[in-house]
Structures are given as C-alpha cells and as structure tokens.
Antibody
C-alpha cells in the first residue's frame, strides 16, 4: 500500500525556518517525483514545487511565491523527501501536502497519492 | 502562468442527478489536465488525468472530457459520498496551477 506521511510542521515566527519531511513507503520511491501542495485555511490548493525522479535528474521547480526561499531534496535510499522553508512569512501559513507525482510522458507530473498533510503556522 | 477557472463555484444537487463541472484554461494545456476530489477534512484524491483517463479504482460514474482550453468533469449519477470540493489542475506548464474549486452539496 502506498503511504506518504508528512512531518515537521508547527508554529514558527516570521523570518524563521522550518524543514518538512515526507516519508514514503509501499513503492519504489526513486521512480517518482514528489510535489508539495499547500492549502491555506479555508482556501484552495496551491502548487508549491516539485522535485523530479532520478531519471530526470532530481531537478526542482518552484512557485514564484516561494522561489529563493524554499528548497527541496530527497533521499531515495530512505524514501524521504524534504522541503526546506526559509524566511517564512504569514502567507506561508497552510497545510502542506506531499504527493507522489507520476509521469507517463515527457516529465508531465500529476499527483496520484497524497499524504494527510502537516500544518505550518507562521505567527509572532 | 496558466489561469484555471472553474464554474460553478458551488452547486447543489440531489442524489441521482447528473452533475457537470467546467474548467477553462487561459491557454491550451495540451490535455495535461487532472481532476481531484477533496472530501471535507481529507486530502485530495486523483480522479482523472490527461483530461479523460479514469484513475484506477475511481467509480465509473466519474468521467472527464474536453481538450485545449475547456474541460468538464461529469458525475453521471450523484451519490451521497460525492459530497466534496473538486479541483482541476493543469500540469502542462510550470507553475502548475489549480482551479479555485467547485463545492458540491447534496
């Protein structure tokens, strides 16, 4: 059974950093991309960024709103993906989901499994 | 960025009704479009990818159609468990973008 479990969320002050983890099981982790999607309280879904799978070089893409502040990495041997968030501001407050990202053609990724999310609250 | 606009934003329907949700893209997504269902308090779930391909395990009452910039999600016979918010998403171009969601009330 495919499982994704996010961790590392919590309350953090503006300007500080936080690292989220996404621990995967039930599939060959390195064969899939990982995308982070966030959802502010009562709002819709917002794409945060992607780390591609190994055949595509594990390269990353980010939304403009987080580019330069957030980074992603992955440890395929342990089945864990990381989202490092720096210079956090109140607009980053959201439930952060990690997703297993599948591509069939041309590195176009959609999200076939989601974790339950970890809540990040940025407040002084 | 490709803007995704869903309509309606909310809809009320009865069990057994045929329900259609529309998603319009500000430019062609080349059919790289997915639909997700988010039940209250839960994570989203993939329903449809590549505009019309039903994800394994998703009931056949769900279907997707469309091409280019206009897409639809249809529920052929609404069931009580379909109470949820539905999102379209384009994965043709970065940043990937979602529609604002359509809340289905029963």
């Amino acid at each position: 059974e495919v499982q994704l479990v996010e961790s590392g969320g919590g309350l953090v002050q503006p300007g500080r950093s936080l690292r989220l983890s996404c621990t995967a099981s039930g599939f060959t982790f390195g064969d899939y991309g990982v995308t982070w999607v966030r959802q502010a309280p009562g709002k819709g879904l917002e794409w945060v960024g992607l780390i591609r799978n190994r055949i595509f070089g594990e390269t990353t893409e980010f939304a403009a709103s987080v580019k330069g502040r957030f980074t992603m990495s992955r440890d395929n041997s342990r089945g864990i993906a990381y989202l490092e968030m720096n210079s956090l501001n109140t607009e980053d407050t959201a439930l952060y989901y990690c997703t297993r990202s599948r591509t069939l053609v041309g590195a176009k990724y959609y999200f076939d499994n989601w974790g339950q999310g970890t809540l990040v609250t940025v407040s002084s | 960025d490709i803007q995704m606009t869903q309509s309606p934003s909310t809809l009320s329907a009865s069990v057994g009704d045929r329900v259609t949700i529309t998603c319009r893209a500000s430019q062609s997504t080349n059919n790289w479009l997915a639909w997700y269902q988010q039940e209250p308090g839960k994570a989203p779930k993939l329903l449809i990818y590549e505009a019309s391909i039903l994800e394994t395990g998703v009931p056949s009452r769900f279907s997707g159609s469309g091409s280019g910039t206009e897409f639809t999600l249809t529920i052929s016979s609404l069931q009580p468990e379909d109470l949820a918010t539905y999102y379209c998403q384009q994965y043709y171009q970065y940043p990937e973008t979602f529609g604002q969601g359509t809340k289905v009330d029963i």
